[in-house]
């Protein structure tokens, strides 16, 4: 259920489920896309359960870095992965000293055409999903998703 807390990127695509649900929970794939270019993932490390680890090391094109860690909150393979950045591994409340944090509910269901791609950035505050939404999440996570779905098929 989308609230105004919530920011949501839905789309059909036409790879499998399971290409979007290796995207997201592979660590080795993860970093060949997750980062909208020029930035890149250079690390990512996760722990497929609840609790577990949702980590991830980007760099820009001038050296710039942006390490995050997150809690795992669900995983339902092959269609939901839930992760937090409100959190940290073990369930480990965490202080968001820039920015704001968010969960991340990705969806992936098989339709017509393909799968529907859900993926909802879930804010403790309007404003932040605001402040996200302005940031350009669509733009970025659309992008971002562009790239997953080039790597079809996953070698």
């Known amino acids: 259920m989308a609230t105004h807390h919530d920011i949501v990127l839905e789309r059909i695509v036409e790879v499998p489920v399971e290409h979007l649900w290796r995207g997201w929970t592979?660590?080795?794939?993860l970093v060949r896309w997750f980062t909208p270019a020029p930035w890149v993932t250079t690390e990512a490390e996760l722990d497929l359960r609840p609790g577990g680890i949702f980590r991830t090391v980007m760099q820009g094109p001038d050296g710039e870095r942006n390490e995050g860690a997150g809690c795992v909150l669900e995983v339902v393979e092959p269609n939901r992965f839930v992760w937090t950045s409100a959190l940290g591994p073990g369930f480990v409340p965490t202080s968001v000293t820039e920015g704001?944090?968010?969960?991340?509910?990705?969806?992936?269901?098989?339709?017509?055409?393909?799968?529907?791609?859900?993926?909802?950035?879930?804010?403790?505050?309007?404003?932040?999903?605001?402040?996200?939404?302005?940031?350009?999440?669509?733009a970025g996570w659309g992008a971002a998703l562009d790239q997953l779905l080039a790597l079809w098929p996953l070698a």
């Open 100 to 138: 704001f944090a968010f969960t991340a509910i990705l969806e992936f269901d098989v339709v017509d055409g393909g799968t529907r791609y859900r993926a909802t950035a879930r804010h403790g505050k309007p404003d932040d999903a605001a402040t996200h939404a302005a940031m350009g999440f669509e």
């Open 26 to 29: 592979d660590p080795s794939v």
